[in-house]
């Protein structure tokens, strides 16, 4: 068993709190409406509706990408 890379899980937990940083900016930019407590969704929409949130992400991204390098 090898031992973990230090630089590779460092990496990974910046990742993930870029993650958690973004996510309410990206939801926020995705604009998709909150679901009622009495209906769920389908496959095909929970699908579409996680496309919404990356592309969102994606864009957040580059939005703080940029505000800081200004």
């Known amino acids: 068993m090898s ?3 230090p630089a590779a899980a ?6 993930y709190r870029e993650l ?3 996510l309410p ?3 926020t930019l995705a604009g998709l409406p ?3 407590g009495t209906r769920y969704y389908s496959e095909e929409q929970i ?3 996680a496309n919404t949130i990356r ?3 994606k864009f957040a991204r580059q939005l703080a990408k940029d505000y800081i390098q200004r």
Request: aromatic share 4%; proline share 4%.
């Open 10 to 15: 460092a990496d990974q937990q910046r990742r």
């Open 55 to 57: 592309h969102a992400f």
């Open 47 to 49: 699908e579409l509706r």
């Open 34 to 36: 909150q679901s009622e």
């Open 25 to 27: 900016l990206a939801i």
């Open 3 to 5: 031992e973990p890379n």
């Open 20 to 22: 958690l940083d973004l």
